[in-house]
């Protein structure tokens, strides 16, 4: 979800619906810029009373206003901000297709591509589907004779279980590294987490967070990742001090954020 909030213009609105009635979302609006149409809709709010927001959400433009605002306002706010949304819409769509888990895709590893290769056995030996990788591909053996659907997510669900088992690897031995030049005190508690949102998080009491799919990144940007969490520990916030903290110990950190992102737009939706 992307989403922006603006104050309202000063100027008094008219009113968009009958008093004393609650305005729910509505149905989709269109308005063509510069040749391209935006479809939207507007969810109107008595509790929402100087901001608006627009947001993207899977690939849907919502904008949230005050009750009052009427149709032409919105849409003049969907106009100020074309170009955010635009450019919002051309993130999503640039983003790969979710995979199918089927012999012959593509799934990253530590920033390598390998080639997804699934193979039904009669028994594997812990009786459960089992994944296992060598330079070129990930093997997922799997009892035979199970219907599309039950194999299909028998092999999200074990992909999913590998690859957090590696991503608490790799992350425990850089907590490891990093600890006696950024440690506070006793080694803080590490959980490795289904985060849609954040590569990693470190709380007010000093536990550390991260996504499982750190594992799929190249181990410079894991290392960014635990740095910049470990800074946390002295500085829980981003203020310069953060941020000069974590310039001293990786002095490229600002290649490797912008490099994350990068990586992080073109992960697959798993």
Known sequence: MYSISLQLPAKPLASAAPA????AEGPPRQVTIDGRAIEYRIKRSRQRRK???VSVVSGQVLLAVPYRTTNGQAEEMVRQKARWIFSKLDTVEAR?????FLSGESLPFRGRDLILWVQGVDRTPSGRPEVSSDRRRLLVRIPLGLDSATRQEQVAAAL???YGQQAREQVESQVARWLPALGNGSGPPVHIRNQRRRWGSCSSK???RFNWRLSMLEP???EYVVVHELC??????????FWGLVARHLPDYKELRKLLKEREAALPPL
């Open 20 to 23: 004393g009635r609650q305005v």
């Open 96 to 100: 790969p297709e979710a995979p199918q």
């Open 160 to 162: 999913v279980a590998w």
């Open 51 to 53: 901001t608006y927001q």
């Open 220 to 222: 410079p940007l894991v």
């Open 232 to 241: 946390h520990l002295t500085h829980m916030n981003h203020s310069p001090d």
């Open 206 to 208: 000093g536990v550390l």
